[in-house]
């Protein structure tokens, strides 16, 4: 039986160097705390602070980043650069790669997934697909709990 995992943000955080190869400016000083973990360990939620500085972030997983407090100016090659603040979202997919600008702080929650090899996601996209096609859809009025026949 699956349980549902409550959490906090303001639990501590702990040192979450930044690979010094990344860094272009600044002293940075990064410190996370995970909130969450799937069982099969391919999804994790986390708390991530950061210190001014200016670094590249090269993503071996998907992460959807939600900007809690500070700010932070993101680029990327070839795309306008992007300031994120508080209540902004922002999606960066295994494999891109992103310059951050932190210019004082910022804090965020970020949402990461592992993504499968590429056989295992045709299969797992493969079953989806048969399991849509194969179940019967409900219909409205059965998903109410009552009928409208007569």
Not at 7 to 31: F, H, Y
Not at 70 to 84: F, K, Q
Request: charged letters at 25%.
């Amino acid at each position: 039986m699956a349980s549902i995992v409550h959490s906090n943000t303001s639990v501590s955080l702990r040192p979450a160097p930044i690979n010094p190869d990344w860094i272009i400016e600044g002293k940075p000083v990064a410190r996370n705390a995970i909130l969450s973990r799937s069982h099969d360990g391919t999804a994790s939620t986390l708390i991530w602070d950061c210190t001014a500085g200016t670094f590249d972030w090269h993503y071996d997983i998907d992460e959807t980043v939600h900007v809690l407090e500070g700010s932070v100016v993101v680029s990327e090659d070839n795309a306008p650069e992007r300031r994120l603040g508080p209540g902004d979202v922002a999606f960066f997919p295994a494999g891109s790669h992103a310059r951050w600008h932190v210019e004082n702080y910022v804090r965020k929650i970020a949402f990461c997934r592992r993504t499968l090899p590429k056989p295992i996601e045709l299969l797992v996209k493969t079953a989806r697909r048969v399991r849509a096609i194969s179940q019967p859809h409900r219909r409205p009025e059965s998903m109410l709990g009552a009928s409208l026949s007569p």
